[in-house]
């Protein structure tokens, strides 16, 4: 979504430079219209009413949104395949490269059907580890980093774990495939 608001809000600083009634339209624009305020939908209403280009921008933001509503991967490509042509088809320039863009990651966005994952829960995923490694200061080996990372991101069965005592005496354990020293 980042990469369509980013070119509908190339769109309205264009326009803003023919039209300067579009003023103070951004976040009415780029909002999603259930989040909108009282005075965003009343600047929305005037944008529908004078600005053909933002419009069109505005329609094919709000369409792409349809996406994540898409019951299976099948019709997603369906339709993400229908709404790239209506990009290019618009003659906006930021929406046309937006629409370049999609098609360039094109299995990546479909891939939200089957994983149903987004970037922000990578993203939290990502920030856990970190905060893990900085808290350990380091490691002595890499399968020790990789078991943490395990025990902190995955959801593993500890109830079936083996715990073994080494010659050197000291105590190791196995969680799944991945040992841990």
């Known amino acids: 979504m980042k990469i369509i608001t980013g ?17 103070g339209s951004r976040y009415a624009l780029l909002k999603n219209p259930e989040n909108l305020t009282a005075r965003q939908e009343a600047a929305l209403v005037e944008i529908v009413t004078r600005n053909a280009p933002l419009v069109e921008a505005y329609r094919l933001k709000e369409t792409f949104r349809d996406l994540y509503r898409q ?53 939290g995923l990502t920030s856990l580890i970190q905060a893990a490694k900085r808290k350990a200061r380091g490691y002595r080996n890499h399968d020790a980093f990789i078991c943490l990372a395990y025990l902190i991101a995955g959801k593993l069965e500890l109830g079936t774990h ?10 190791s354990f196995r969680v799944g495939t991945c040992r841990c020293p």
């Open 7 to 23: 070119a509908v809000d190339a769109v309205r600083r264009s326009e803003w430079r023919k039209d300067k009634t579009v003023k």
């Open 71 to 123: 019951p299976d991967w099948t019709s997603a490509r369906g339709f993400l395949k229908a709404w790239v042509l209506a990009a290019r088809r618009s003659g906006l320039e930021p929406m046309m490269k937006a629409a370049e863009t999609i098609k360039a990651h094109w299995h990546g966005v479909l891939r939200w059907h089957a994983t149903k994952i987004s970037n922000r829960i990578m993203d």
């Open 162 to 171: 083996e715990v073994t005592q080494s010659l050197k005496g000291s105590a």
